[in-house]
């Protein structure tokens, strides 16, 4: 009888038990759920507010410039090739314009590749705004490009010697040799350029710059680069120290392709010319130079007509008994 008791009240304690473990259960179900779809809602929220809010939409474009140059390229063209970028979209669902999207090295290289530039780097600045800075090329040197052109006073000279008909025929005869004559002459002329210090054209330009050197091209070529990057720096480099070691020798102008690539010509002020190589070190170069030309008076360098420092056991120099 006793165990018969116990066992009913064992039974209910269990039944009563397994109730509220249900309902317990139950109760933990639900709450789950609501916390995912509140964590869910709460994700969507977050993603909307960081890729589709106009908070992190860029608003305000800074350009900032490296150098002091001549500006061929102007901030509003500048901000507006970034605008553009804007408008666009990135895997067709999100805008270009988001602060967390955009990809400044891919726009700081279509900038620079449009308006060909030496440099863009652009930098996001939390949440709203971009930095662009940019370095436009700058002219390092003039360059002379040679061209062949027949005299324009050949057609008036040709106008000119019409025939008369009342002419004697001796005349006739030497006024058409004379024409004849004159338009297979040609004349040299220049077309001249600015390049930057990889040998780019950045202008036409019709005056040299004075304060540039200028490189004069004596080879008939048609198209860029007219000077190879390597030459270009040596040039530059003894643009640089030559003055340093003969101040009172002017440079008054380079030339290139004359005969081997190699070959760099400085013309002076005085009329005397150096030959180099621009294969060989500069500074050893410019060391004989200074030996030879050091002790000279501007006198002395009147019968000067070159130095020749290509060779590296001698230098060779006209006349020899300079």
């Known amino acids: 009888m006793r165990r018969s008791f116990f066992a009913k009240k064992k039974s209910a304690f269990l039944h009563t038990k397994a109730s509220r473990n249900y309902y317990v259960k139950e109760k933990t179900g639900v709450a789950k759920k ?34 002091n140059v001549k500006q061929k390229v102007s901030d509003e063209q ?8 804007f408008l666009e979209n990135k895997y067709l ?21 449009n ?9 996001k600045i939390f949440p709203d705004k971009l930095k662009i800075t940019i370095e436009e090329k700058a002219p390092i040197a003039n360059i ?58 950045l202008e036409n330009i019709k005056e040299v710059n004075p304060q540039l050197p200028l490189i004069y091209n004596e080879t008939e070529i048609s198209q860029p680069p007219y000077i190879t990057e390597k030459n270009l720096a040596f040039i530059l480099e003894v643009s640089k120290k030559f003055p340093q070691r003969l101040e009172d020798i002017k440079i008054n102008s380079y030339k290139i392709g004359e005969s081997k690539e190699s070959k760099i010509t400085l013309v ?9 190589d621009s294969m060989i070190d500069a500074r050893e170069q410019l060391e004989k130079i200074a030996l030879i030309l050091g002790s000279k008076s501007k006198d002395q ?10 060779y590296q056991d001698r230098v060779i120099v006209n006349p020899e008994n300079f």
């Open 34 to 67: 609501v916390y995912f779809w509140l964590f869910f809602i709460a994700i969507l929220g977050l993603f909307y507010f960081f890729f589709y809010s106009n908070y992190f939409i860029f608003k305000k474009i800074e350009i900032a410039r490296v150098k």
């Open 78 to 85: 500048v901000k507006n090739n970034a605008i553009s970028s």
């Open 93 to 113: 669902i999100f805008s270009k314009g988001n602060f967390f999207i955009f990809d400044e090295n891919a726009e700081a290289n279509e900038i620079k590749n």
């Open 115 to 123: 308006f060909n530039l030496e440099e863009v780097v652009i930098k």
């Open 144 to 201: 002379a490009i040679k061209e062949k052109q027949i005299e324009a006073e050949s057609a008036e000279i040709t106008n000119e010697l019409k025939l008369d008909a009342a002419e004697p025929q001796e005349d006739i005869k030497t006024q058409e040799n004379a024409t004849s004559t004159t338009t297979d002459q040609s004349i040299q002329k220049y077309s001249y350029y600015l390049i930057d210090k990889r040998g780019d054209v």
């Open 268 to 276: 002076m002020d005085e009329g005397w010319e150096i030959y180099f």
């Open 301 to 310: 360098r009147k019968i000067l007509r070159y130095l020749d420092v290509r």
